[in-house]
């Protein structure tokens, strides 16, 4: 698992933070209708039992703006990006929604 912050040097209000998850296609889930795309299972590791499966559409778009599918068993990474007003420093209670 990798941390990584942006805007170095920006105020504590305007910093980003992230995490980044290694993750792997576990299976592509036809669409019932031909109107919605397929699905990709996504399994991340390190995360709770009961968490660890996402499912989004298989539907991407890669660097030169063609439309791509994600395969079974590709390594995928998972970035969860916060804005400075979002987040807590380490040790802070948390706030119960």
Do not use: C, F
């Amino acid at each position: 698992m990798s941390r990584k912050s942006e805007n170095e040097g920006a105020s504590d209000s305007m910093e980003k933070v992230t995490v980044t998850l290694p993750a792997t296609v576990e299976k592509i889930i036809p669409s019932l209708d031909p109107k919605e795309p397929e699905k990709a299972q996504i399994h991340i590791e390190g995360a709770e039992p009961l968490y660890r499966e996402l499912r989004i559409d298989n539907a991407l778009v890669d660097e030169a703006g063609e439309e791509a599918k994600l395969k079974i068993g590709s390594h995928v990474e998972v970035t969860i990006e916060a804005e400075g007003d979002a987040i807590l420093p380490k040790g802070h209670a948390a706030n119960k929604a």
